[in-house]
């Protein structure tokens, strides 16, 4: 396959585990021999934070690559047996740094056109709609969406879907495809079941088939730089990730 396969994980609601789906995504497929980049494109930086970094004493990763100030292979670290771009002090203010830029959606893309030593990029975006996640979105080839099966969720998506579907005509791609990752599942909440059963009906086989279920330990892993295989490998949330990363390696397979 040609390049790397590039995913962005994507939600523009607050909370919904996409840091902790990317992280824990990225390191189940490194324990599945996969080679990954995980690069954390959020200006709160909590996937860099998770991986026992600290962001503002970082120099440049992400921010400095994108702005063209250091070349992508000089800003990726190694950690954990995978590549990482964490996110330097400068991403908060990247975004506006970007507007004045021309043809600035597709800054993202031609930094990753050059990576050919991974099969995944992994991408954790901020909860927004701004130009780090178009950036994001014009880059990738797939945008994982974390749900969790609550009211609001399925409002959230149809947002996300027009944004993608805008991405596909305006910025001359074929724009990527998505699939859902049903996250923090309760299954004691009756509330959870009947939306579970909306999004599978609505969604088909864009949904997961793997859960993430709510796990105390997957919330517990970041406090301790660990990722849930580090920290509770027998958890549910290790099972859980395990699962939907060998089900990602199926589905590219089939
Ligand atoms: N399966 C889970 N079980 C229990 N807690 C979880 C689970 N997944 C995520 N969490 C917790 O939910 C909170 C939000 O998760 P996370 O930070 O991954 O969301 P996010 O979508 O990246 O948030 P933001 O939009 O702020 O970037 C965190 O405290 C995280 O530890
Ligand atoms: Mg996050």
Known sequence: MAGPDIIAFCNQKGGVGKTTCALNIAVGLTLL??????????????????LGLDANTL??????????????????????????????PGLAKLETELAARSENEFILKDRLAGVTDVSYVIIDCPPS???LTVNALVACREVFIPLQMEFL???????LLTLIEDIR???????????????????RKRLNNAIMDKVRERFGPRVF??????????????????????????????????????EMLRRRQG
């Open 33 to 50: 021999r996969k080679k990954v980049l995980v690069i954390d494109f959020d200006p709160q930086a909590h996937l860099t934070y998770s």
């Open 59 to 88: 120099p440049g990763a992400i921010d400095a690559v994108m702005t063209g100030e250091k070349p992508l292979a000089e800003a990726v670290l190694d950690l954990k047996g995978m590549r990482v771009l964490p996110a330097g």
């Open 129 to 131: 709609a701004g130009l």
């Open 153 to 159: 969720a399925l409002k959230g998506m149809s947002r």
């Open 169 to 187: 005509k305006s910025c001359r791609t074929d724009g990527p495809s998505y699939r859902v990752i049903p996250t923090r599942y309760d299954a």
């Open 209 to 246: 088939r793997a859960v993430i279920r709510e796990n105390i330990a997957v919330a517990e892993a970041p406090s301790f730089g660990q990722s849930i295989f580090e920290y509770a490998p027998r958890s549910h949330g290790a099972e859980d990730y395990l699962d939907l990363c060998r």
